[in-house]
Structure formats: C-alpha cells, structure tokens
C-alpha cells in the first residue's frame, strides 16, 4: 500500500537553526509531493510541491525540499528557522492512479528563543 | 486569488440540532473536498465532488450529508452528530487536470465544530 511516514511527530530548534523536517514515502510509481503547514485553529497552506522536473523545489517562507528518488525522500528544510515558523507541518504524496493525496502524521515545530 | 472561505468559523450545536457548514471558492476549480480533522491529526478525508457530482464518499455515516448546489459552493448538512463529531472540518478545492494526485489542494481556514 502507498503511504507516507513523518519521522518525528516533534521537532524543537534555536531560533536561526537549521530546520530538517523528514518525510519519506512508499510507492513504486512516480509520486507528486506536497508540504503544507498549519498554524494553530486555522487551516493547511501550501508550502511548496513536486510534480516533475527540478528535484530541489523551493517554496514559500524560505522553505525548500528536495526529491530524492533513490531515498524515497522529500525532506523539508529551512537554513534559518523564525519564530514564526512554530507550526503543524504535513507532508503528502499523490498519485496519477489515485484519486485523493496521502497526508503523513504531521511533525510539530516548535522554535526556542 | 487562492481563497476558499467557510462559513462559520465556529458551531456549537445539540446531539438532535440540524445545522450546515458552507465552503466557497471563486478560483474556478472543479473539484471540492471536505476534510475532518481531529487534534493532533491530518486531515482526513470525507468527501470529493468533481464538476459538481459527488465522486468519493469515505464511508462517511449519513448524518454528514454534502451538497454542491453549483461549481463555486459546497455545503455539509449535519443532522444527529454524536460528541465524537467534534473536530475541525476543512473544505478544499483544486483544478481538474486529469491526474487528480498531482492537483493541489487549497484549503480554507475550517469550522471548529462542537457537539455537545
């Protein structure tokens, strides 16, 4: 079956930081890729997605991800994290089979002072 | 403009109430989603109208009851929910491109939905 894993349901980093949030999917056939963030009692805002062509998808907010095919990979990152970006974070894939996207469990981000 | 927009923001309501969650998008997509989500959860996916037909029902019980009286508007009668309702409901909309898992989904800001 085709779905896709969120490695770490929370993730805490210093503000200016380095963000890595990870995603890996499981699919024998060409995925498309989303990420979107949810900031608390409002709804998913598309971040960035992959379709085809260019692997390193750049995004808003000075998000990017990077398909890697061999990994089966569509890592999230942001070189230096903000206040701001304190959010519900959810990766997705669809597929030109299906009908509807796979949303993963979501990975909280938490942001220090 | 990538707006959807929902109506109300908030509904509290009664185990025997009737009341309706509104979705609109004027961005011309063909395709309407409605979404459940609970705390600390993805969304989960209830139903999908394509060009105003009703195409994916995800075994949802019939006292959701969804309706999309033309290409811009989509509804979510509720009659008789349980406790376990409550959850933030989200609508969305996207093109119709043909390859539905590459269509992005534009999402509006939900209605928190209490039953109590």
């Known amino acids: 079956a085709q779905s896709v894993t969120q490695l770490g349901s929370h993730v805490s980093v210093s503000e200016g930081a380095l963000v890595l949030l990870r995603c890996n999917y499981s699919?024998?056939?060409?995925?498309?890729l989303f990420w979107y963030v949810q900031y608390p009692n409002q709804g998913l805002q598309l971040l960035l997605k992959y379709t085809t062509g260019a692997t390193l998808v750049k995004g808003i907010n000075g998000f990017e991800a990077e398909f890697k095919k061999s990994e089966t990979s569509f890592h999230l990152t942001k070189p230096s994290a903000h206040m701001s970006d304190a959010a519900e974070y959810f990766c997705a894939v669809g597929y030109s089979s299906a009908s509807k996207i796979i949303f993963g469990s979501g990975t909280r981000l938490s942001i220090r002072p | 403009d990538t707006e959807v927009t929902q109506t109300p923001k908030h509904l509290v309501m009664g185990m025997t109430n009737k009341k309706s969650l509104k979705c609109e998008q004027h961005?011309?997509?063909?395709?309407m989603y409605w979404y459940k989500q609970k705390a600390k959860k993805p969304p989960e996916l209830m139903f999908v109208?394509?060009?105003?037909?009703?195409?994916i029902n995800e075994s949802v019980p019939s006292r959701f009851s969804p309706e999309c009286p033309n290409s811009s508007l989509l509804n979510l009668h509720l009659h008789a929910l349980q406790p376990e309702d409550s959850a933030l409901y989200l609508c969305a909309s996207s093109q119709i491109t043909g390859t539905s898992g590459r269509d992005t989904q534009y999402f509006g800001p939900g209605t928190r939905l209490t039953v109590l």
């Open positions: 109208y394509s060009y105003e037909k009703l195409s």
């Open positions: 961005m011309g997509h063909r395709a």
């Open positions: 699919s024998s056939v060409p995925p498309y």
